[in-house]
């Protein structure tokens, strides 16, 4: 069956911060210079906002510029954030630390950024954009010079055994003159671009951490609309880099997460269980006891900054967001980057369009307030390498005596090489869930929607199966049991315990992209599944 063919100016993969404000930005220029621009976004999720888990405090310095006015068009921006607390914690005490300047949120509001997305794809539709959800991009298409051309979205109605079914579909073509890819954090269509351009030849590699989030509704007397906490310390070990974060909202609401950096060295460690254990100290428990958890999800984000941003153009597009890597590790914030540089990224392409050769994406970047905010806290994250007290004193002094300005720039190394053999490392012994503020992962896989079509080929690829045993069993005791947040991987066995095998349990996984980056030897490839499949996340 041939594949339909829709043709536009600029097609763009994701609708998430990055990829609408590229497409607002490209229509308000359109319209300002009484052109017509054909516009798509295509999104995987079934809705704008259903994959997107942030979360958050917002800066709103980008959508002041994209949009001045959005107080008055309703943007979801209602819980200014008036109260900054940094916590220390050890396992039964905590300490009020000086809130880092980074971590100053005066200005900013606690939001869902699941909402904006809605929001601003609203703004996006009313100026003409079409967006597509339930289209997930399968394939970069290119012409015979090799310059992306578009993509395709998958085919819907191919069974496990890779045959069309009743239900068969094929996917379409979304040719454009200009591709932008805003897939956000390990995005898998720029991850094969980064391998086809050799985008990353100049820059060190990206490193990333996981985030687990959950929402509830807490009891009144423990709801404080607008307080900000951050947590270091207790249940994590000192060489483990991570915290947690903790941020009232209206209606009673409390987003609670936990993000570890995913090069982490013991193949023990649960990032899900590291964030349930949290939940239960003495400090944390009373803000949730006697709530209500509503909604649950992870999601992995980008920890490498300035020295981890690849070539981030390429005939025929552009990458923007997430996707290149644009978040601001010690703000714990990349949404306001990801919405600049989606605008950049549609002043540069409209340019173009336009005839003009000297539009330059990089270097518009390079102009921007993305990079020297980026430039000054390059530093930071690295220097935790070298565990908590280490990483405090080098970010107090180069937050306070260097300014961000050291002559040097710290190294980074990628997160899958960090995994020592199981045989060297020591067992976490997990409390079990109280049911009450903690959980197990079944049921916390239940409250994000998570739901994919069954007959499907398996969104996780192996590229050698046989390594899950020999490799990943053998030497790490299979740690993909352990870091995926939604127990997709399982190692099942014979019942007198011989016979080990890894089942992939793909319907529960909820696209947080930890086993395409953490896997020892990057053996798991994570492709799009159908469209529309994954989590359906409300408010996240
Ligand atoms: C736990 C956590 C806490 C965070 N806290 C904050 C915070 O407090 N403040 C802040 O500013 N930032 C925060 N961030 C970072 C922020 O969420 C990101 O910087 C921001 O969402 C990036 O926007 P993006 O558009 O680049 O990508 P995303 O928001 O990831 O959006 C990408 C979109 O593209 C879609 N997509 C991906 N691939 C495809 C495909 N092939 N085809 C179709 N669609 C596709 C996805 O489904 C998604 O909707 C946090 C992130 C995490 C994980
Ligand atoms: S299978 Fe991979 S992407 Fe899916 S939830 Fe698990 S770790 Fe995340």
Not at 99 to 110: A, D
Not at 423 to 439: C, L, M, N, T
Request: with cysteine; aromatic share 10%; charged share 20%.
């Amino acid at each position: 069956m041939e594949r339909e063919r829709m043709e536009y100016d600029v097609v763009i993969v994701g609708a998430g911060p990055s990829g609408l404000a590229a497409a607002i930005r490209l229509k308000q220029l359109a319209a300002e210079a009484g052109s017509e621009l054909a516009v798509c976004v295509i999104e995987k999720g079934s809705e704008v906002g259903a994959h997107i888990l942030s979360g958050a405090v917002f800066e709103p310095r980008a959508l002041n510029e994209l949009l001045p006015d959005w107080r008055e068009r309703g943007a979801p921006l209602v819980t200014p954030a008036v109260d900054d607390r940094f916590l220390l914690l050890t396992q039964s005490r905590a300490f009020r630390l000086p809130t880092p300047p980074q971590m100053h949120n005066r200005g900013n509001y606690i939001i869902s950024i699941a909402n904006l997305c809605r929001w601003l794809g609203k703004e996006a539709e009313a100026l003409g954009v079409e967006i597509y959800p339930g289209f997930a991009a399968a394939e970069v298409l290119y012409d015979e010079l090799g310059r992306v051309r578009g993509v395709a979205t998958g085919a819907q109605g191919i069974g496990k055994d890779g045959q069309p079914t009743a239900q068969f579909q094929p996917g379409v073509e979304l040719i454009a003159k200009e591709t932008l890819f805003a897939e956000g954090c390990r995005g898998s269509l720029t991850k094969s671009l980064e391998a086809q351009f050799d985008l990353r030849r100049d820059s060190g590699p990206q490193t990333y951490g996981i985030g687990i989030k959950e929402l509830w509704e807490v009891d009144p007397a423990q709801h404080h609309p607008g307080r900000v906490i951050h947590t270091i310390g207790w249940p994590l070990d000192r060489k483990t880099y991570g915290g947690s974060f903790l941020y009232h909202l209206e209606n009673r609401q409390v987003a609670v997460g936990f993000v570890i950096g995913l090069d982490y060295d013991n193949p023990y460690l649960s990032p899900f269980e590291e964030f349930q254990r949290f939940k239960t100290h003495p400090a944390i428990r009373p803000t949730f006891a006697g709530g209500r958890r509503i909604a649950y999800g992870a999601r992995a984000l980008n920890e490498g900054g300035f020295q981890a941003i690849p070539r981030v153009s390429f005939p025929g597009g552009l990458v923007i967001g997430c996707a290149a890597g644009f978040l601001d590790v010690p703000k714990i914030k990349g949404s306001h980057t990801a919405m600049k540089s989606g605008m950049v990224a549609a002043e540069t392409v409209f340019r173009r369009l336009r005839g003009d050769p000297t539009a330059d994406y990089r270097s518009a970047l390079a102009a921007s307030w993305i990079w020297p905010e980026l430039r000054a806290a390059r530093n930071i994250r690295p220097a935790f390498r070298h565990g908590l007290w280490a990483g405090l004193l080098y970010a107090a002094l180069d937050t306070y005596l260097f300014r961000g300005k050291a002559p040097w720039t710290f190294a980074h190394s990628a997160d899958h090489r960090h995994l020592r053999p199981a045989k060297e490392a020591q067992r976490i012994a997990y409390p079990k869930p109280d049911g009450i503020v903690s959980f197990d992962r079944l049921s916390s896989v239940f409250i994000s929607n998570t739901n994919h079509e069954e007959n499907q080929p398996s969104h996780l690829k192996l590229r050698d199966p046989a390594k899950a045993i020999s490799v990943n069993y053998a030497i790490y005791d299979s740690p993909e049991q352990r870091y995926c947040p939604a127990g997709v991987y399982e190692i099942l066995k014979d019942s007198d315990g011989t016979n080990p095998r890894l089942q992939i349990n793909a319907p529960n996984c909820v696209h947080c992209k930890t086993c395409d980056i953490k896997d020892p030897t990057q053996n798991i490839d994570w492709v799009v599944p159908e469209g529309g499949g994954g989590p359906n996340y409300p408010n996240m």
